[in-house]
T-cell receptor, first 117, second 114 residues
């Protein structure tokens, strides 16, 4: 079974400072990893994904994430936070080895990011 | 407009009533999904569909029924609503290609069961 953990329910960061939202995963095979963002009263929007290749993945709105296989982590980062980055962030994993149901994503519980002006 | 839409956006119903939430996508994506979002649980998969007339259970299927007679539509029915089904429901879709499997989400339906 695949699982995702987001250890922080909330992250607070000052505007202009770097931000990190943490994610660790567990899969039996090779992982596909995703980050989604949800703004209030909206659906989830895709930010970035790791399939294979470079461990540093660049995505939308200046976000990037680093895949670390040995630590089974996929932390989301941004060099300089904006107030408009305040939202709920979800990490998700898909296990490439799970066969017919492998298009299922398993989501973490979400991390609320607050960027303070 | 192209994309994925859900209706209604808000619904209040009573315990025991049947409720159907609609989902429509214009991309002809093969896969469609229903999730519920609850505080402290994140998103949990209810049902998914790999193609028309092919559906399967997710993590929390009890109390829900789905159908998929057409590729573009994936309705979710609560046959006899319970208060525990009060939640925000999201529909999503994706292509079936190995390298383009990003899921695209609808705006959600906020359901309240009294």
């Amino acid at each position: 079974a695949q699982s995702v953990a987001q250890p922080e329910d909330q992250v607070n960061v000052a505007e202009g400072n770097p931000l990190t939202v943490k994610c660790t995963y567990s899969v039996s095979g090779n992982p596909y990893l995703f980050w989604y963002v949800q703004y209030p009263n909206r659906g989830l929007q895709f930010l970035l994904k790791y399939i294979t290749g470079d461990n540093l993945v660049k995505g939308s709105y200046g976000f990037e994430a680093e895949f670390n296989k040995s630590q089974t982590s996929f932390h989301l980062k941004k060099p300089s936070a904006l107030v408009s980055d305040s939202a709920l962030y979800f990490c998700a994993v898909r296990d490439m080895g799970s066969g017919a149901g492998s298009y299922q994503l398993t989501f973490g519980k979400g991390t609320k990011l607050s960027v303070i002006p | 407009d192209a994309g994925i839409t859900q209706s209604p956006r808000y619904k209040i119903t009573e315990t025991g009533r049947q409720v159907t939430l609609m989902c429509h996508q214009t991309w002809s994506h093969s896969y469609m999904f229903w999730y519920r979002q609850d505080l402290g649980h994140g998103l949990r998969l209810i049902y998914y569909s790999a193609a028309a007339d092919i559906t399967d259970k997710g993590e929390v299927p009890d109390g829900y029924v789905v159908s998929r007679s057409k590729t573009e539509n994936f309705p979710l029915t609560l046959e006899s609503a319970t208060r525990s089904q009060t939640s925000v429901y999201f529909c999503a879709s994706t292509e079936s290609s190995e390298y383009t499997d990003t899921q695209y989400f609808g705006p959600g339906t906020r359901l309240t069961v009294l």
